[in-house]
């Protein structure tokens, strides 16, 4: 097991968000959290991550306890896309790329060449090589979210942690960047490497064939592969409204919510009367 968390009490201070989690990561595998805003995704991560302490319970990184790791080590081990926000002052792209390899580097260590192309090569590997000498704070939101993809590539751990991914990128950039992930996941050199994302898109868990974490209240309410885990019965009792999960003809799943309820009949009645 990559990373391992046993009855994981998470919050902020005396505020518990979440209690009694227990998840597993194995190598090269794709686990996908699901659940709605405020439900502790990010908490989760956060105390997954050591950035915030566990309230109770244990979260282990390749069997050793992450609270007896040292930062750099931790650093080594998973690497974290937040949710992009712009910086306080200007940097270049590649050098917030460059940034995800600073664990490697000794105490007194300095980027190198060999460092600096890396860093480019990530880029590259997610079609941004263009914007390498762009100012990271004027990136678009989307485009900021793949240079923080890239810096994770870059950190070459074992296992990546990313906060909604997806988030603020288009139509078309959503699918690169979860081709991206699939083709990041089980293929790190000679290692296996996991991915462990949230996101709001219930489809995304199907696209990815990921195991699905899903979250309720800051508790796990289903969990397991998605067509096992996200069925019109789970997916309606988390999110507290009908959903259907579908098959399309290509064979595809997909989650629809109900929001036919008023729109169509009021707008109607409205036009006529
Ligand atoms: N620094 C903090 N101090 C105290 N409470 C916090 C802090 N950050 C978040 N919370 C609270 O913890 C709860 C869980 O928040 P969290 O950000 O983990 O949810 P989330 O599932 O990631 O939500 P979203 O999907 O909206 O991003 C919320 O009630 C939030 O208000």
Do not use: W
Request: charged letters at 20%; aromatic letters at 4%.
């Amino acid at each position: 097991m990559m990373l391992t968390a046993q009855g994981l009490d998470i919050g902020y201070g005396t505020r518990r968000v979440g209690r009694g989690l227990s998840l597993g990561v194995d190598a090269g595998e794709i686990v996908c959290l699901l659940g709605p805003n405020g439900c502790g995704k990010t908490t989760l991560f956060r105390t997954l991550l050591g950035l915030i302490p566990a309230l109770g319970g244990t979260v282990a990184l390749a069997g050793q306890p992450i609270a007896a790791l040292r930062r750099a080590e931790i650093a080594r081990r998973i690497a974290y896309v937040p949710q992009a926000h712009a910086p306080p002052f200007p940097f270049e792209a590649l050098d917030v790329v460059l940034m995800g390899r600073t664990a490697r580097l000794g105490v007194f260590g300095q980027p190198g060449n060999a460092d600096r192309a890396a860093a480019f090569a990530a880029m590259e590997r997610l079609g941004i090589a263009d914007l390498a000498d762009r100012d990271y704070s004027r990136l678009s939101g989307g485009q900021r979210q793949l240079v923080l993809i890239a810096r994770a590539l870059a950190q070459e751990t074992p296992l990546i942690v990313m906060d909604e991914p997806t988030a603020s990128l288009d139509f078309g950039n959503q699918a690169q960047v979860l081709a991206q992930i699939a083709a990041i996941a089980g293929a790190a050199g000679t290692e296996e490497r996991s991915v462990i994302l949230s996101t709001h898109d219930p489809d995304q868990a199907f696209a990815l064939n990921a195991r699905v974490m899903l979250m309720k209240d800051g508790q796990f309410h289903a969990e397991g592969p998605a067509d096992h885990a996200l069925t019109d019965e789970t997916l309606s009792a988390v999110y507290g409204l009908p959903v259907a999960v579908e098959k399309t003809e290509s064979g595809r799943h997909v989650c629809v919510p109900s929001i036919a309820a008023r729109s169509s009949t009021a707008g109607v009645s409205g036009a006529s009367g």
